[in-house]
């Protein structure tokens, strides 16, 4: 069956072009009511205009579609949660995906630059998802995207400050997927590669043009739907291609011994084991991860006696 949002509330911020208008004009496709949030300004964050959102607005109404336009920055968070109210009397679906881009080389990177990012990205998407946060817990109802990017998960040159803003959007939604599970309010994070005005000044003109929102859409859309459970996570997509990512721990090494000081010989002695990826863990939680470390004081102090592998030590304490 296909998958419906008739019934659904949506608000996607910064849908006036690139991703966010395909979002918008998905969901809408599909019988649910959306906020088309755009403040209309340029790539750097200047300026602002209300035709951007209008214009989306008025492609979903032509098609029959539900659907408001919000113009205010996500910097005012419960203006936008507001309009959906106001229009729609609910809200069910975040999409945070607003953005802008003041790429600098770090040793010219200014206050502004990096202010600017972090207000628009993470401050923003934390404004406009705490202003739902409440309506969605009390309905037991509500999905969050962050847009996070592969700048962040990767490092890119010039970019230290969107670097940072989009991986602290990766641990906000880490810790909301935590403390929205048992509300059935879900949050993932989603890493996109598509053409836009963005991506135009430092891709070639046809890889703009073949890498379509539309081949990262349909995955925004099941992460939003009533019958997905994923909560927390992380995925690469475009090209129509989709790939989930997770933390990798090495095996690590125990470098004390008992009523030995800690040295960064030692250290350094070890440090091919420390790295080993071979026979890796995949900690999902942060009680799975600390419990490994703390086991190893037990280990420490029965030292001979047991492996020298945290993650069995921490199956032997527990
Ligand atoms: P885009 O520039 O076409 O879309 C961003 C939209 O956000 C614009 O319409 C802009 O007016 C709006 N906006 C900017 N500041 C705003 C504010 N304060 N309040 C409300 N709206 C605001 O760019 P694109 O590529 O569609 O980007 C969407 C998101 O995806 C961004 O968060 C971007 O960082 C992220 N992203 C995109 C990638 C790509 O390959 N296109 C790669 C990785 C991340």
Redesign the pocket.
Known sequence: MSLSFEGRVVLV?????????EYALAFAERGASVVV?????D?K?GGKNSA?ADKVVEEIRAKGGKAVANY????EGEKLIQTALDAFGRIDIVV??????RDQSFARMSDLDWDLIHR??LK?SFLVTRAAWTHMKNQKFGRIIM?????GIYGNFGQTN?SAA?LGMLGMANTLAVEGHKYNVHCNSI?????????ESVMPPDLVAS?K?EYVAPLVLWLCHDQCQENGGLFEV?AGWIGKLRWERSQGHIVRQKNQPMTPEAVRDHWDKICDFTDATKPTTIREAAQSVVSVLFQVESEGEVSSNPTAVAALAS
């Open positions: 911020t910064g849908a006036g072009g690139g991703l966010g208008r949030n755009d403040l209309g300004g790539t964050g951007a205010d920055s996500v910097e945070n995906n607003a953005g802008i881009l628009i990205h923003g847009t996070t990017s592969a700048a969107y989009k890493a996109p590669l598509a053409g836009s005005r963005l991506t890498l929102p475009g």
